[in-house]
Structures are given as C-alpha cells and as structure tokens.
C-alpha cells in the first residue's frame, strides 16, 4: 500500500503579518519609498532569490546580500561568470551539515566575513535600548544603498510555523514602525511588513545551538579586501567536530602548562605541539581538489591570484615557524591564532612572537591571515563538543604542569617528540 506524503503549497501568512503584495501593503511600502526609507529595497529585489535547500535560508540571505552589494568573489560560479551561489559558501562550515541543520548566526557573521563583508553582530535584548538600537541601524541601513540588516529570528514569535530562520530587511515605514522582510523561503511566506517590536522579541529567542539569543547582522562591503585565496581550514571537510574540538583542547592545555627554560626548546616544542594538533587541520588552496567546482576554483585562484599567492605563501615562509613545519598552511594557521593577552605564560610568548611578525607583512598576507583568525574563530565556537578550558591557571597548572623528576621541566614535554 502507497503511502502519499504530507506536502504544502505556501502557507497562510498570520495577522501579525502585512503581504507585500496586498493593497495594505504596496500602501506602506509607498510611503516608505517616498520617506527615503526603502533605498537598499531596489538592490535586494534585484537579487532576491529562494533558497535551495530548507534549512539553506543563511546561505541564500548571504548570496543575496553579497550579489546585491556587487562582491566579485574573485572565483567561477559557471564558467566564465564569477557570481555567489550557496555552493561556494563553504569556508566555514560544510554544506552537507548546512543542508541537515542550517548555520547559526557566529558561523553566518563567519560566512560574511570570510567574504570581504564588514558584519557586525548584535544579540536580541528585550530592553527598549535595545528596540531603540534596532530601529536606528535599520534606518541607517535602508536610507542606504551600500548596507544590509539582516534578521536571525524566531518564525514561531510573528505566528509563523518553524523556528530560526534568516531573512535581509528592505525597507521601514516609519508612522506604523514596521519593517519590511525579504523572506528567503518564498515557497513558504511571501515578503511581509512586520510590526518592529514584534520582530525584536523574535530576535530575543535563544538558540539551542549556541545558547544565545538569535539577533541582527549589519553588513557592508569592505573595501580593499579579499576572501581567502591561500590558506584555510580544512576541519568542515574530512574531519568531524569533535576531532577539530580535541585538538582545540589538547592545545589551550598545553598554553596553560610553564614554558621550558631554554628558549629555543620551548619554541620548538610549541611548533611541534601545535603541528600534531592542526596539522590534519591546515589546508592550502592548491590542495583543493574535494570535486569539480573546488578543483576549477583553484585553478582560478593559481590563475588570477598568483602574485598575491606567492606574496602571502613567501611571508608566511619568512617566519621563524615555517623552519619547523614542513607545510606553510599549518605555520599559516599558527599565525593567524587568536592568542587571547593573558591566557598564559606560553600563550603571551607564542602571541608576542605572532605579532611582531603580523608588523611586518604585507596588506595582502594582512588580509589573509585576519580571514583565517576569523575562521578559526567560529570554529572554535561552534564545533562539537564545546571547547570548555578551565582558564584558572593556578588550578590547572597543578593538574596538567606536573614536574619531572629530573630537569624539573613539564611533564608534558614527553608527549611531543622533538
């Protein structure tokens, strides 16, 4: 006996929101229009696209934004034409897991970023400073035609069905303090004017996946900058998050431990640790070869960015951490470690080292190692398990800095082989 599946054409929009079609309002978005407040509309529209996958309303708002604000993602979509499209956001997180459960709003700032957007990222709060805030970036935002809102929102708070979902912000009209959402999911809700407070408190739902509020995203173009062409992470391809989260904690365990003595023992027993930490992690642009579509942008990046290339690959070579690794993506990913000031003894003295040679590159190598900071950063923050490091360096360093019985040096000085 056959079975037919439950299926929907749309859904019914509820009274908490206004259809961008209806006479209510096209009346609204008159108004806004002619108050100045509906610029950034035009941009959005002439990109406004369904995503592809349910869960890919992150990935399509982005490619929205990104063609919208004309970003040339200095790679081929389809030969010759260089265009965003979902498949080539990848940098963060894989689309396998994106298509299974979405992408949450640090890893959406991460996708921007690693885009030559300038994000930043402001969590719901139910405070009227916070309402206050909202209405007047979003005002900034649609007066413009250079800068997107985007909303990381709860559906179940306007009476929507679903949870979290994002969605870019066209317009505002000011009298009835409603906002104009550009809804990704076009198979689901079309474009609907929403009361703002009612969308502040969608903003404010936490996130099971981060623990924190869902929130707003303002974007704009950085000028002058590039995504990434020459070094990465490849955790997001063939290694699952808890390996990439192991690493993390076998390392921020190892910063807390005391350094040797002798200095240049301490140097080369920090490149080692890290090595056998990320070096299954580190990935170079030319190893790109997971299917045809990574394989053709490498051949581009070799193409059109070769100068930069060799630029950025010659520096990273340059410093006293590629002498140690045989591979300049993981001295690449040493660099570009957000060292937080203060976590350690250790820490302080790989950071200060970093640094100093950060001083010396080149904008293009600037460029890519702050991508790659950025990178690693979400990572850290959103792979599985959570990386939970006990920071109180006087408990810690009595369990994990045990001393050996001869030289007195840290015991876990055995577990890399110099």
Request: aromatic share 10%; with cysteine; glycine share 4%.
């Amino acid at each position: 006996m056959s079975v037919t599946a439950k299926n929907f054409y749309r859904r019914p929009l509820p009274e908490t929101c206004v259809e961008f079609s209806s006479e209510l309002g096209k009346k609204l978005f008159t108004e806004a229009l002619l108050q100045g407040s509906a610029n950034i509309y035009f941009k959005l529209a002439s990109q406004f696209r369904t995503q592809d996958e349910p869960a890919y309303c992150g990935l399509s708002t982005l490619v929205m934004v990104l063609n919208a604000l004309e970003v040339d993602p200095e790679k081929v979509w389809k030969a010759p034409w260089r265009f965003y499209h979902e498949s080539m956001l990848d940098c963060c997180v894989p689309l396998e897991n994106i298509k299974k459960s979405g992408i949450n709003l640090q890893q959406f700032s991460c996708l921007a970023t690693c885009n030559r957007l300038r994000s930043s990222v402001s969590y719901g709060e139910t405070t009227p400073e916070f309402l206050k805030k909202f209405r007047a970036s979003l005002v900034n935002s649609v007066k413009s035609d250079d800068q997107v809102l985007v909303a990381s929102y709860d559906r179940s708070v306007l009476g929507q069905t679903g949870t979290g979902h994002f969605s870019p912000l066209a317009a505002y009209h000011a009298d009835s303090d409603q906002v104009l959402i550009m809804d990704v999911a076009r198979f689901k809700y079309p474009p609907h004017w929403v009361k703002l407070e009612t969308l502040q408190k969608a903003l404010c739902s936490v996130d099971i996946s981060t623990k924190k509020p869902r929130g707003f995203v303002e974007l704009e173009l950085r000028k002058g900058t590039r995504p990434l062409i020459m070094y990465g992470l490849k955790a997001y391809v063939n290694v699952n998050d808890s390996d990439f989260a192991t690493s993390v904690i076998s390392w921020n365990e190892f910063l807390l431990c005391d350094p040797l003595e002798n200095e240049e023992e301490e140097f080369q027993l920090c490149c080692r640790k890290f090595g056998q930490c990320f070096a299954p992690h580190a990935l170079c642009c030319t190893q790109k070869t997971f299917d045809a579509d990574q394989k053709n942008s490498c051949v581009e990046c070799s193409n059109e960015h070769s100068d930069a290339c060799k630029l950025i690959c010659a520096e990273i070579r340059r410093t006293r951490f590629a002498e140690v690794f045989s591979s300049s993506a993981v001295a690449a990913l040493l660099v570009a470690w957000p060292f937080k000031h203060g976590y350690s003894e250790r820490s302080d003295r790989i950071g200060d080292l970093t640094e100093k040679y950060k001083k010396e590159f080149s904008a293009e190598t600037i460029n890519e190692m702050d991508q790659l900071t950025t990178q690693i950063r979400t990572l850290i923050c959103c792979s599985k398990p959570p990386v939970i490091i006990n920071v109180n360096k006087t408990e810690t360093t009595n369990n994990k800095c045990s001393k050996n019985k001869i030289g007195e040096t840290c015991a876990c000085s055995n577990d890399v082989h110099l």
